[in-house]
RNA sequence: GCCGGAGUAGCUCAGUGGUAGAGCACUGCUCUGAAAAAGCAGUGGUCGAAGGUCCGAUUCCUUUCUCCGGCA
């Protein structure tokens, strides 16, 4: 018999803790998160981290493993991912991905081979002083097939490709997806575009009533700087900005709508890609899917 | 009522005597250690209305309507 993993994804506010509760209640499951922003402690609010009540004593895992000041990333995401599921699994237990960070969970789920060169910040600040341009004609002469189709628009992208090349000494190597040690179930979250909006909404509103301000003040306080947090995006972002005044209340409220929408969207484009993804519209049917699986 | 200013894309505004642009919104997309990040593309307007001048008006002139200031 071989492994087997649930995956729940979907967009942001469509429901996806609910449904992870839910299922991994019924079927002997916890929880391994795969969102990039709740591996960060202290920011809880923001990010809609579920409660400890709320966890019903499901364990989860991937919460709050990371330091805001410090850099998190993918491949930290991968290794500890997997350290958590094979953790489930010894225990008899039914890992549950969830999450609506598209890459961390392709990293698990196509079990995608990290290439061996770490970032290097001191580079990538010099780096991001040339003119772009200048950097792709770097780029073109030393991997011309990375040059070819990279996006050379995209200063992260060109320059992540530089590192690559001046730290290995190597073109970089085509993306390789190992053979995944377990099988999947991928439950896709979808709502009506026009539902997701006023969920999103609602959401926004009770987020500030929770008190997500002060908590992004605590944040800060604590030494977070504001560049930091505006790294962050949406909430972190954006109530930054307002807590420096370089937005009204207003404002803030209504960048925050509209970059959560955004946000909606550019998940939903990256999911639409992965033709395994079960869209399922409510729990019943997530239920079934499970059963039938396992 | 009088005097100014303004009416151009869903919104805020640029602009020109040869039938129009930007930012945002909207739609679609990309993604090899920042991914809630970082990027790309596309749709969209009888230029407030009616007359006039002109080969030609969104642009000049007249009238008219609406809005915003100021004065009564």
Redesign the pocket.
């Known amino acids: 018999m071989s492994k087997k993993i649930i995956v729940i994804l979907g967009p ?1 506010a469509s429901g996806k803790t609910g449904l992870s509760i839910k299922l991994s209640k019924k079927f002997k499951g916890e929880v391994v998160s795969a ?4 591996v960060y402690k202290g ?1 809880d609010i ?4 579920i409660t400890k009540k709320e966890t019903q004593g499901i364990p989860h895992y991937l919460l709050d493993v990371a330091d805001p000041k410090k ?7 991968k290794i500890l991912a997997d350290k958590a599921i094979e953790k489930i699994f010894n225990k008899g237990k039914i890992p549950f991905l969830v999450g ?5 969970i392709q990293s698990i789920v196509d079990n ?8 290097d910040w001191k580079l ?1 600040e010099k780096l ?1 002083k040339k003119p772009l341009p200048e950097l792709y004609r770097m780029l073109a002469k030393l991997d011309p097939a ?1 040059a070819h ?9 060109v ?3 530089l ?2 090349v001046l730290k290995s000494k190597r073109p ?5 997806k190992n053979k995944p040690a377990f099988e999947v179930l991928l439950i896709g979250v979808k709502r009506p ?1 026009k539902e997701l ?1 006023k969920l999103i909404e609602k959401r926004l509103l009770k987020r500030l009533d929770e008190g997500m301000i002060s908590e992004i003040k605590k944040l800060h306080k604590s030494g977070v700087s504001w560049k930091r947090l ?8 954006y109530v930054a900005q307002y807590l420096q005044n370089k937005l009204s209340y207003g404002q803030m409220v209504w ?1 925050l709508q ?6 909606a ?6 999911f ?2 992965d033709k395994r993804i079960k869209w399922i519209k409510d729990t019943k049917q997530a239920e079934k899917l499970v059963k039938k699986f396992l």
């Open positions: 942001t969102d990039s922003r709740q920011m923001g990010t809609g981290k850099r998190f990333d993918v491949a930290q995401y609506g960070t598209g890459f961390y995608i081979q990290i290439l061996n060169v770490k970032p990538r991001e990375r189709n990279i996006d050379k628009n995209n200063p992260r992208r320059i992540r490709a590192e690559i970089i190597m085509p993306l390789i575009k909006k505006e790294e962050f995006g949406l909430e972190y972002r960048h509209k970059a959560t929408e955004h946000y969207k550019r998940q939903m484009t990256w639409k890609r």
